[in-house]
Nanobody, 120 residues
């Protein structure tokens, strides 16, 4: 069983920076695609960034050039460095771990979320 625990959320002013981290407990971390999603009040959860087992990254357009996702396979962690934050970035940020295997078998896990608030 996989457990994901996010840390590092908080309150920051516009233009500021914040780093959220996710610790993965379980096996085969290096095989998972890790991702960060966010959900703002009254909105659907949306993809923020993903990083594959080969360190290929993908970002939603609104955070490109401002956010950086990274992983440390030795520490089984994934981090999201968020720079030049905007009020529109305010949301609960969720860590996700996804593993697709043969025959349609899929493992999909979520953390409990961490609040990020950007306000002046």
């Amino acid at each position: 069983q996989v457990q994901l625990v996010e840390t590092g959320g908080g309150l920051v002013h516009p233009g500021g920076s914040l780093r959220v981290s996710c610790t993965f407990s379980g096996v085969l971390f290096s095989q998972y695609t890790m991702g960060w999603y966010r959900q703002a009040p009254g909105k659907q959860r949306e993809l923020v960034a993903t990083i594959t087992r080969r360190n290929s990254t993908n970002y939603t357009d609104s955070v490109k050039g401002r956010f950086t996702i990274s992983r440390d396979n030795a520490k089984t962690t994934v981090a999201l460095q968020m720079d030049n934050l905007k009020p529109a970035d305010t949301a609960v940020y969720y860590c996700n771990a996804l593993l697709n295997l043969a025959w349609g078998l899929q493992y999909d896990y979520w953390g409990q979320g961490t609040q990020v608030t950007v306000t002046s």
